[in-house]
């Protein structure tokens, strides 16, 4: 048997079944390969198994050979211990962005070729084209479920042996071609969440590494307003879980998180959605990867995404000599969050991005002052 040209990774969801299926009508010869990247302990809904069979049932209706890879360990050392590494510094992670990195275009790109094969395909919701002698890294034309957000760090090397055969489609589309071609995967729901997280209580889990501390919340000015389970569980301009009964000369609305300090254990709340403590127009990042190899100018004006899905903000980008870059938007943002993603585009082009290190939220740099 010839050893196959393009290894897509098969996870059983339907977008890579439908990633698989449209290069096998386009004639390549095709190959799966399903990733094991979580040991799962059995105490939450990590359904790797069940996925696996499916991935094994659309590969056996596509005909193609079927490869598992445990990656368990990799995952463990390349995203999991910084996940937990950035909650016990008080930041918000992002472990997609790493995984991609990490595992998916890394080891499992390596895996395809140990396979022989010279090109992997996966179901992100991306595009990739070549103009100039360079590789560009494009959204996917279903702006809903675009993903390019989570692939910003990938490079010239992995995109030239990268295809993402679902970018030009839409998500009805897609699943309307998974149920013609009698795909079983057609109608399954689409995972959310990281998988060793799953279903279960993101406290409960987080607490088997790092134990909570209870503390106080206070307000911006310092009142006490009641406690928190752990400083740790939160994030800026989360509503959720907050707890907060009637406090004494308060209206009745909603507290929102404006802020973190982990050092004295103090979460910061205030009541307004658009607190001025959850507001920044600057912020300052960690070194920058460019998916082109290098900036686009020392200084230019693109827009830019501080979390997922977010509408496109234009933005001034000043690149700094430390390969980090200082970035001034037109508009404030709120609950821009240090340890989540900046992501830089000009169009629909990814140019690259990083983690964003600080903000100059009132709050934040109150505090940053205070710990000097």
């Known amino acids: ?109 390596d895996a395809a070729r140990d396979l022989g094969a010279e090109k992997i395909a996966t179901g992100h919701y991306a595009r990739v084209d070549q103009r100039d002698g360079r590789w560009r890294l494009l959204r ?12 910003h760090q990938l490079g010239q090397a992995q995109l030239s042996a990268t295809l993402f055969p679902i970018g030009e489609l839409q998500k009805t589309d897609l699943r309307r071609i998974a149920r013609e071609a009698g795909l079983q995967t057609h109608d399954k729901k689409d995972s959310t969440g990281i ?41 800026l301009g989360q509503r959720e879980g907050l707890q907060i009964g009637g406090v004494r000369g308060r209206q009745q609305a909603p507290w929102y998180v404006v802020g973190k300090d982990v050092a004295h254990n103090v979460l910061y709340v205030d009541q307004d959605t658009q607190s001025p403590y959850l507001m920044s127009r600057r912020l300052w990042t960690e070194s920058v990867h ?40 037109t508009a404030p943002q709120r609950a821009v969050t240090p340890g989540q993603s900046l992501v830089l585009y000009d169009g629909d082009e990814c140019l690259g991005g990083a983690v964003i290190a600080r903000t100059d939220a009132p709050l934040e740099m109150k505090l940053a002052e205070q710990a000097a």
Not at 291 to 318: I, K, L, M, N
Request: hydrophobic share 35%.
């Open 1 to 109: 048997m010839s050893q196959p040209r393009v290894i897509v990774g098969v996870s059983g969801g339907v977008d890579s079944s439908v990633a698989a299926l449209q290069l096998v009508r386009q004639g390549e010869s095709v190959a799966g390969l399903f990733m094991q990247n979580w040991a799962d302990d059995g105490s939450g809904d990590c359904r790797a198994e069940d996925d696996r069979r499916d991935a094994v049932a659309v590969c056996g209706r596509l005909g193609i050979p079927f490869h598992f890879r445990d990656f368990s360990s990799e995952y463990w050392q390349g995203v999991f211990e910084h996940f937990l590494a950035e909650y016990a510094a008080g930041r918000t992670p992002n472990p997609d962005v790493l995984c991609n990195r990490e595992v998916k275009f890394k080891h499992f790109l």
């Open 140 to 151: 996917g034309v279903d702006c809903g479920k675009d993903q390019s957000y989570f692939l």
């Open 195 to 235: 998988c060793f997280i799953g279903e279960r209580d993101f406290r409960e889990f987080l607490g088997r590494y790092l134990p909570a501390r209870r503390g106080e919340m206070r307000d911006p000015q310092g009142q006490v307003i009641g406690e928190h389970a752990g400083v740790f569980y939160f994030t």
């Open 290 to 329: 460019w998916v082109a190899g290098s900036p686009p100018a020392g200084r230019f004006a693109c827009t830019a995404q501080t979390r997922y899905r977010q509408p496109d903000e234009p933005c001034q980008v000043d690149v700094l000599d430390d390969g980090t870059v200082a970035v001034e938007f």
